[in-house]
Structures are given as structure tokens and as C-alpha cells.
């Protein structure tokens, strides 16, 4: 069913269908993204995608085990000798490897989602899976079965629904399975893309998360991108110029251009097979467009999807039916997803570096030189168009990710914090940016001019004072503190104290 819009807001998630299974909603096709490129909005960063380290596979769809199994205690291992047959219950602890543990010992198993995700992936393809298969353990079993019941029963209930076991007595069989796309449609502040009335929020735009998202961060892009892009829908439709155009005109052209599209394809005879191509799709890009990205697979891979566009020029729906048909919408959506797959393994095949969900071997190191940009697709009827725009990271330098060491073992050379990088030579630019540098601050290793260490870290906010932390975030007049006193003394519950 189609709508007339003086704006829409494109709010329909990831591409996760676009490698086969993931841990997604079966809905998450990036079809309408693609479309939206396909029609000259800019895509951005499409080759970050994060494959998050703990999921369990099924026969639909690939089931997520929250990164909160392993925050409360859950430890990764598989036999220290490859090949091993026994089961969980018979490898005694000095047989078991704790892979992240013995290589992150600061971080253990809770290092950042890239990197268990491509320790798994190796372990794996060394030959250490669970039974030689591309499995390990996700190991609950020695947490009291009431903790777990208390803060990961969700977990429990469904891995039990789908694989039979019970993980407070038998060890999870987990691997890595595609979760989230950092990229998406280019927006501005205002989360409106390069088309005017056309805005995106949540996971199908790409402004919030770089190049890897990290845990529960979805939440802040969804909330935030909303809140943001209703209002500004709200006032692009309110003042909208038309100059003339006949909207119920274009409206009607274009639901009648869609709807011979939908007749050709129904009518169209074929030998080509819509779930076959999809089902080839989603194992190219899972094989070579995930974990590790190689130049010459890469290669390969948007060559196999330039044939099966082709090849999808001859399917055959072998439904004729135009009521409650699945075929005809996924044959819609396929030739979308195969468009936006190439906007992920060309952007990945252009950037000859390692950065946050990207990793290239034969690139092992960030180019901050060559790659502090944001990846941009534009579409030009042949496939993608790539180009780069600068990142300005003028308030906050970046540093480099370190896990096999601790900030208390790292001593004197600890990374100074967001707020403490503000310093020295950026001070005056700051003050003339008119914020507050008071002269009394004093700077800590870990929270930077914060010396009381209040609850909130700005890097605007340089106040040792809580009270004037309060009034400098939540705005002028009474703190934050002060306002909840005022109702607490009027007789009612307050949630700012």
C-alpha cells in the first residue's frame, strides 16, 4: 500500500538479510535504504558491520545470546587440543582453553564485540571448534543456577527453547553471527538525508556509532534519532515549497511505474530461482564480507553479485497470484539487497585498513591519513560511486585501542579521558568558544579536570563544584539536586536525587 507525504522518515532497520541469516528480524532487508539510494540518497559507512561474538545458529534465523551472559561471568573456551571428541563435562580445567583470558588477561572475556568476534573466528578456523565445527563454549555452569535465573533467565529460556540444553548445567555452543550495520543513509544533525522531506532514524541511518557501536548503544541511535527527526518531518511538511509541481501528479505517476513493475515481474518467465540467488548472496557476503576481508575475495564477491543481478533478470516468481503473496514482495526486495551489497563490499574493498568492525589481515593497522573519513555511496545507475568525507576530530583526538593491558598496569602513559584531552593547547580555543575553563581546576588521570569526580564528565564542563556541574548540564537556575529537594520538601518522590 502506498501513501502521499510532503516527508517520510525512514525507520526500518538493518541489512541483515543481505548476508543470509543474522541475528536480525526476518524483515531487516535494507530494501528501503537501498531504494532510497537507488533514487539519490547518499549511503554512508556501509561497510561497517558488526558480527557480534555469541550467537547460536537455526535453520530461519540466527538467535543472539546477550553480550550480558559474559558480563556476569560467563567464560569462552574450547579443548587446548584440537580435534578433541570428549564433551564439555569430561575436559578437565587444565585441558580447557580460555582464549580471551590468556590473551586479554586485563579484559578477559570481556573484550569489545570485534575482537572475541575475530578470536572466535580464528580459533575456529585453526581447527580448535567443538568437534572440528565453527563452535565453542559459552560456559555459565559455574554461577549459581539462582544468579542465573535472576539476571539472565531471558537468556536461558531461549537458548533451551532452540538448542535443548540447559546452559546452568551444559555449556552454550555459540559463533559469531552478523548483528548490526554501523553504516546507513547519510543524515545531517538534524537526521534529514542529502534528499529534502526524506529523513532516517535508528539503525538505517549512519550517524552515531563510527565504525563499531558498542553494547546497548543501538538504544541511544533509535531514541535520540527519533526524538530528533519527528520535529523536523513536522517542520519540512508544515513549509514545504511546491514552486508549482502537481504532487497528486507525481504521486500517480510513480504508483503506476510501480505497479508495472510488479506486472512484469509476475508475468515474466524464467529459469532463474529468487530464493537460490538469495541463498548465494548470503553466503558470499557471510564468507568474505564479515569477520576478515580480503582484497582479492572481496573482488570476487562483487563480481558473483553483478551476476546475479543479471541472473535475476530472468526469475521466475511461478506465483500468479497477487493476494497475500510472498514471492513478489521478496523478489522486490532481493534485487535491492543485492544493489546495497555492493555498496558494503566495495566500500570494504576501497578502505586498505583495520578499523572497528573492518579488518583486513594485509591491513592490519588503522590509516588515519588516508581513512579518518566517512565512507560515501552515491548511486549512478551502474553500482555505487565511492567518496570520502573528513571527520572532525578537532575536540577529541583519537587514540589507539589496546586490550592486552589494563589502564592501572599502563601506569603514567593511561590515555587521557574525552574531558582531559582538552587541554594545554586547546584551552584558549575552548575559552574562545566560550566555555568554561575555570582556574581552580585541577586534572586526574582518569576523569580529567573533574577533580571531585562528580557523576558527570563533559568535556565542557571543567566545574570541581557539584552544584555547578549540575547548573552548567541541566541548565541555568536550580541544580539538579536543588529541584529534587524542592519536590522531595513538597511532599511528592523525586528521581533527581
Known amino acids: 500500500?502506498?501513501?502521499?507525504?510532503?516527508?517520510?522518515?525512514?525507520?526500518?532497520?538493518?541489512?541483515?538479510?543481505?548476508?543470509?541469516?543474522?541475528?536480525?528480524?526476518?524483515?531487516?532487508?535494507?530494501?528501503?535504504?537501498?531504494?532510497?539510494?537507488?533514487?539519490?540518497?547518499?549511503?554512508?559507512?556501509?561497510?561497517?558491520?558488526?558480527?557480534?561474538?555469541t550467537s547460536i545458529p537455526g535453520e530461519d534465523k540466527l538467535r543472539l545470546m546477550s553480550e550480558s551472559a559474559r558480563g556476569e561471568g560467563g567464560r569462552v573456551w574450547v579443548p587446548r587440543q584440537a580435534g578433541d571428541k570428549r564433551g564439555a563435562a569430561s575436559i578437565p580445567e587444565k585441558e580447557r582453553w580460555y582464549f580471551l583470558e590468556e590473551k586479554y588477561p586485563a579484559y578477559g572475556n570481556l573484550v569489545p564485540r570485534d575482537i572475541a568476534t575475530r578470536e572466535i573466528f580464528q580459533v575456529c578456523l585453526d581447527g580448535h571448534g567443538i568437534n572440528g565445527e565453527n563452535q565453542v563454549y559459552l560456559d555459565l555452569t559455574h554461577i549459581p543456577a539462582e544468579t542465573l535465573d535472576r539476571k539472565l533467565g531471558a537468556i536461558l529460556e531461549i537458548y533451551e527453547m532452540f538448542v535443548g540444553d540447559d546452559p546452568r548445567h551444559v555449556p552454550m555452543r555459540i559463533f559469531p553471527g552478523v548483528h548490526y550495520s554501523m553504516g546507513g543513509l547519510w543524515v545531517d544533525h538534524d537526521q534529514r538525508t542529502n534528499i529534502p522531506g526524506l529523513l532516517a532514524a535508528g539503525e538505517c541511518d549512519y550517524s552515531v556509532h563510527g565504525a563499531n557501536r558498542l553494547g546497548a548503544n543501538s538504544l541511544v541511535s533509535c531514541v535520540y534519532g527519533g526524538f530528533i527527526a519527528a520535529p523536523a518531518a513536522i517542520e519540512f511538511a508544515q513549509n514545504v515549497e511546491r514552486?508549482?509541481?502537481?504532487?497528486?501528479?507525481?504521486?500517480?505517476?510513480?504508483?503506476?511505474?510501480?505497479?508495472?513493475?510488479?506486472?512484469?515481474?509476475i508475468k515474466q518467465p524464467g529459469s532463474e530461482n529468487q530464493y537460490l540467488i538469495h541463498d548465494e548472496m548470503g553466503k558470499w557476503m557471510t564468507d568474505n564480507v564479515t569477520v576478515v576481508r580480503y582484497n582479492d575475495r572481496l573482488q570476487a564477491t562483487d563480481a558473483k553479485l553483478l551476476e546475479l543481478l543479471d541472473r535475476y533478470d530472468h526469475i521466475s516468481l511461478n506465483d500468479s497470484n497477487m493476494w497475500?503473496?510472498?514471492?513478489?514482495?521478496?523478489?522486490?526486495?532481493?534485487?535491492?539487497?543485492?544493489?546495497?551489497?555492493?555498496?558494503?563490499?566495495?566500500?570494504?574493498?576501497?578502505?586498505?585498513?583495520?578499523?572497528?568492525?573492518?579488518?583486513?589481515?594485509?591491513?592490519?593497522?588503522?590509516?588515519?591519513?588516508?581513512?579518518?573519513k566517512t565512507t560515501i555511496a552515491e548511486?549512478?545507475?551502474?553500482?555505487?560511486?565511492?567518496?570520502?568525507?573528513?571527520?572532525?576530530?578537532?575536540?577529541?583526538?583519537?587514540?589507539?585501542?589496546?586490550?592486552?593491558?589494563?589502564?592501572?598496569?599502563?601506569?603514567?602513559?593511561?590515555?587521557?579521558?574525552?574531558?582531559?584531552?582538552?587541554?594545554?593547547?586547546?584551552?584558549?580555543?575552548?575559552?574562545?568558544?566560550?566555555?568554561?575553563?575555570?582556574?581552580?581546576?585541577?586534572?586526574?588521570?582518569?576523569?580529567g579536570w573533574d577533580a571531585n569526580k562528580p557523576e558527570i564528565s563533559n568535556p565542557a564542563v571543567w566545574n570541581?563544584?557539584?552544584?555547578?556541574?549540575?547548573?552548567?548540564?541541566?541548565?541555568?537556575?536550580?541544580?539538579?539536586?536543588?529541584?529534587?529537594?524542592?519536590?522531595?520538601?513538597?511532599?511528592?518522590?523525586?528521581d533527581k536525587l
Not at 508549482?244 to 506486472?263: H, P, T, V
Not at 548511486?379 to 589502564?407: C, F, N, Q
Not at 574525552?418 to 584558549?428: F, H, M, P, R, W
Request: hydrophobic letters at 30%; a negative charge.
Open 1 to 53: 500500500k502506498s501513501f502521499p507525504a510532503d516527508a517520510v522518515i525512514i525507520a526500518t532497520g538493518g541489512p541483515g538479510l543481505i548476508f543470509g541469516k543474522s541475528t536480525n528480524s526476518m524483515i531487516c532487508t535494507g530494501s528501503a535504504v537501498s531504494a532510497c539510494y537507488q533514487q539519490g540518497a547518499k549511503y554512508a559507512n556501509g561497510e561497517f558491520i558488526q558480527v557480534h561474538p
Open 243 to 265: 514552486n508549482g509541481a502537481d504532487g497528486s501528479k507525481i504521486y500517480d505517476d510513480e504508483l503506476k511505474r510501480q505497479q508495472e513493475i510488479n506486472n512484469t515481474l
Open 324 to 372: 497475500a503473496t510472498a514471492a513478489l514482495p521478496h523478489a522486490r526486495q532481493l534485487q535491492n539487497m543485492i544493489e546495497l551489497a555492493r555498496v558494503i563490499t566495495l566500500g570494504a574493498l576501497n578502505r586498505n585498513e583495520s578499523r572497528g568492525a573492518h579488518y583486513k589481515p594485509d591491513f592490519p593497522n588503522r590509516d588515519d591519513d588516508n581513512f579518518m
Open 379 to 447: 548511486y549512478s545507475g551502474e553500482g555505487p560511486v565511492i567518496s570520502y568525507e573528513a571527520i572532525d576530530v578537532s575536540l577529541i583526538t583519537p587514540r589507539k585501542r589496546d586490550y592486552s593491558k589494563g589502564k592501572k598496569e599502563e601506569g603514567s602513559k593511561v590515555a587521557p579521558s574525552v574531558a582531559s584531552q582538552v587541554d594545554g593547547k586547546l584551552k584558549s580555543e575552548a575559552a574562545a568558544a566560550g566555555l568554561p575553563v575555570p582556574d581552580g581546576a585541577t586534572q586526574t588521570p582518569e576523569l
Open 464 to 494: 570541581s563544584n557539584k552544584e555547578e556541574v549540575d547548573r552548567t548540564v541541566f541548565g541555568e537556575g536550580e541544580s539538579r539536586r536543588e529541584q529534587g529537594k524542592a519536590i522531595e520538601d513538597a511532599g511528592g518522590k523525586s
